[in-house]
């Protein structure tokens, strides 16, 4: 837990995780074991995609708001469960009835849930951020219409690029703290989603 909260949740958010029910979490050992049915069904099982974020952002749940280890441990493994973003504002919600109102590097994790979600809808596998420049790499399943990317990138000519062959800029102007970042990395995915044919508005 230490080493978590010094360096951040990193993969502990992510499916590559190993063990039994007890290491990985309820949730997240129903899903594992329903894919595996599945396939020992025959039946089709789209490899999920994991997003990378590396957005330089401090986001965790600080033990001086949740002492309990074995608690904050759970709400990670819960969190990363979630399969949208309305399931994440329910987390969000609970965990302010139970402790209070989030504190800022948990406001921040929350904010980091749901870009991983919406990542992961998008089939987009690492999303890093340098200071000025989000960069988007898409796995070669990603659910975009490079039609609509195109147009999207002659309307915003100096603030989207395309980095063949599979990463996508998106450059930014003036971003101040976490918060910042978080709001714009969930605009640029907002954008990405309408390149997606009959994406909802």
Request: hydrophobic content about 35%; charged content about 30%; some cysteine.
């Amino acid at each position: 837990m230490h080493d978590l909260e010094i360096r951040g949740s990193g993969n502990i958010l992510g499916r590559a995780q190993s063990g039994h029910v007890a290491a990985i979490g309820y949730e997240m050992y129903a899903k594992l074991l329903n894919r595996e049915i599945k396939k020992l069904q025959g039946k089709k099982v789209e490899e999920e995609t994991d997003p990378e974020l590396n957005l330089s952002i401090t986001a965790f749940l600080p033990e001086s708001y949740i002492a309990d280890a074995g608690t904050r441990m759970d709400l990670y493994k819960r969190l990363a469960s979630r399969e949208n973003t309305s399931e994440v504002a329910e987390m969000e919600k609970e965990i302010a009835d139970r402790f209070g109102e989030l504190p800022p590097e948990a406001k921040n994790l929350i904010g980091v849930m749901e870009i991983k979600v919406e990542a992961k809808g998008l089939k987009i596998r690492q999303i890093s951020f340098d200071g000025r420049t989000f960069a988007c790499g898409l796995e070669t399943s990603n659910l975009l219409d490079l039609r609509l990317v195109t147009e999207l990138i002659e309307k915003n000519p100096e603030r989207v690029r395309l980095r063949p062959p599979d990463r996508i800029l998106y450059i930014t102007r003036g971003l101040e703290g976490p918060r910042d970042i978080i709001e714009e990395a969930k605009n640029f995915l907002r954008m990405l989603r309408l390149c997606v044919s009959n994406a909802p508005e």
